[in-house]
């Protein structure tokens, strides 16, 4: 390769680089001028709800709550849940139903709002919460 190539190669990397920092700049100087948006969390809200979900797990079947441990606590799938049960999945699959509606009718919580619930409940799926 001659001189001049090499030279036009140096440009062009010498180019990209003082472009990449100008740019990294701007946005570090956009992100500084936006207004602190922070907000604070009570975790106080965050202990109840876990208080009030332990008290209605409490309150439901000993059945209720095994199911309700192999897919909320164990992660397990439901095909996996069934086989744990001896069970086949659709049977699991009401008995879960049945048991989730029970835990919400415990919490005082309507299948609409089921949804919504806190975070700080632990989810019962393992599709999330």
């Known amino acids: 390769m001659d001189a001049a190539k090499l030279y036009g190669v140096a440009r ?4 990209n680089e003082a472009r990449g920092r ?3 700049q ?7 001028a936006e207004p602190d948006q922070t907000v604070q969390v009570d975790h106080a809200d965050g202990v109840v709800s876990q208080r009030d979900v332990a008290v209605a797990f409490e309150r439901l079947s000993a ?3 095994e199911i309700l441990r192999l897919v909320a606590w164990e992660r ?10 001896g069970q086949s999945r659709a ?12 835990l919400r009718r415990q ?6 709002a089921a949804g919504r619930m806190s975070s700080a409940a632990p989810s019962m799926s393992n599709w999330g919460g």
Do not use: K, N
């Open 63 to 65: 059945g209720d709550q």
């Open 22 to 24: 100008r740019r990294w």
């Open 91 to 102: 049977t699991f699959a009401m008995r879960l139903m049945r048991a989730r509606r029970r």
């Open 26 to 32: 701007e946005l570090t100087l956009r992100v500084a």
């Open 76 to 85: 397990l799938a439901p095909t996996e849940a069934a086989a744990v049960l």
């Open 12 to 15: 062009l990397v010498l180019a």
């Open 107 to 112: 919490l005082g919580v309507s299948g609409d």
